[in-house]
C-alpha cells in the first residue's frame, strides 16, 4: 500500500497542472517536458520554480510519510523508487511524464540529506558553469551517488540511489546526445508557447 501511495503522489503532474493555469499546455510546447526547465523556456522564473518545489515536494513527502508510519531500509528505497516513478511514468498522463530530477532530489533529500546537499551544490556549479541544466542533472546525481559510495552507505541505500541515477541517466539520454553534439539548449534560452489550451 505505501508503494502505491508513494507512486500516486509522484504522478501528480505539476508542470502540466501549473501551465494549464497559463492556458498553455506544457507538453505541446519546447521539449514536451513537464519538468522545470521546459515550464521556464515557456512561462518564466515564476511558474518554474513553483513546478520545481513541488516537484521536490512530492518525492520528499512521499519518503517521510513513509518513514512515519516506521518504513525504513529497502522499502523505505522502494518508497522513493515509487515516488520517482510515479513522476515519470504518471498514472495522469497516460504513464508519461518528466525525467524525474527534482523529484528524485526531494527523495533524496529525506533519505540522506548530506548526499542530497552534496549533489545538488555540484549539480548548481555545474549548471552555473555551463547554462547546461541537463549537464548539471547529470554531473550532479552522479557526483552524490559517488560521495556516497565513498563514504560507506548502507548496501540498501547504494542500490535505490544507483536506480535512481540510472533512471535519470535513461530519461536524459536524448540531452546526452545533444550535448555531444554541442545543438543541447542553455539555461536562460526562451520558447515560445505555440499551442494552448481554449480560453
Known amino acids: 500500500m505505501v508503494l502505491l501511495l508513494a507512486y500516486l503522489f509522484g504522478s501528480?503532474?505539476?508542470?502540466?497542472?501549473?501551465?494549464?493555469?497559463?492556458?498553455?499546455?506544457?507538453?505541446?510546447?519546447?521539449?514536451?517536458?513537464?519538468?522545470?526547465?521546459?515550464?521556464?523556456?515557456?512561462?518564466?522564473?515564476?511558474?518554474?520554480?513553483?513546478?520545481?518545489?513541488?516537484?521536490?515536494?512530492?518525492?520528499?513527502?512521499?519518503?517521510?510519510?513513509?518513514?512515519?508510519?516506521?518504513?525504513?531500509?529497502?522499502?523505505?528505497?522502494?518508497?522513493?523508487?515509487?515516488?520517482?516513478?510515479?513522476?515519470?511514468?504518471?498514472?495522469?498522463?497516460?504513464?508519461?511524464?518528466?525525467?524525474?530530477?527534482?523529484?528524485?532530489?526531494?527523495?533524496?533529500?529525506?533519505?540522506?540529506?548530506?548526499?542530497?546537499?552534496?549533489?545538488l551544490v555540484v549539480a548548481a556549479v555545474t549548471m552555473l558553469l555551463t547554462r547546461y541544466v541537463s549537464a548539471g542533472s547529470l554531473v550532479g546525481t552522479f557526483a552524490g551517488l559517488a560521495y556516497a559510495y565513498a563514504v560507506g552507505r548502507p548496501l540498501w541505500e547504494l542500490v535505490t540511489l544507483t536506480v535512481l541515477v540510472g533512471f535519470v541517466y535513461w530519461k536524459h539520454r536524448e540531452n546526452i546526445s545533444r550535448l555531444q553534439a554541442g545543438n543541447e539548449r542553455r539555461l536562460g534560452e526562451k520558447e515560445t508557447p505555440k499551442k494552448r489550451y481554449p480560453g
Do not use: Q
Open 12 to 119: 501528480i503532474p505539476a508542470g502540466v497542472l501549473i501551465a494549464r493555469l497559463y492556458h498553455v499546455n506544457i507538453r505541446e510546447v519546447g521539449s514536451g517536458n513537464i519538468g522545470a526547465t521546459n515550464v521556464l523556456r515557456a512561462l518564466g522564473w515564476g511558474p518554474a520554480i513553483v513546478v520545481f518545489l513541488f516537484d521536490v515536494f512530492k518525492g520528499g513527502v512521499a519518503v517521510m510519510i513513509a518513514r512515519w508510519c516506521g518504513v525504513d531500509g529497502w522499502l523505505l528505497g522502494g518508497v522513493a523508487l515509487a515516488a520517482v516513478l510515479g513522476h515519470n511514468f504518471s498514472i495522469f498522463l497516460g504513464f508519461k511524464g518528466g525525467k524525474g530530477v527534482a523529484t528524485s532530489l526531494g527523495t533524496v533529500l529525506f533519505l540522506d540529506p548530506v548526499v542530497a546537499l552534496f549533489g
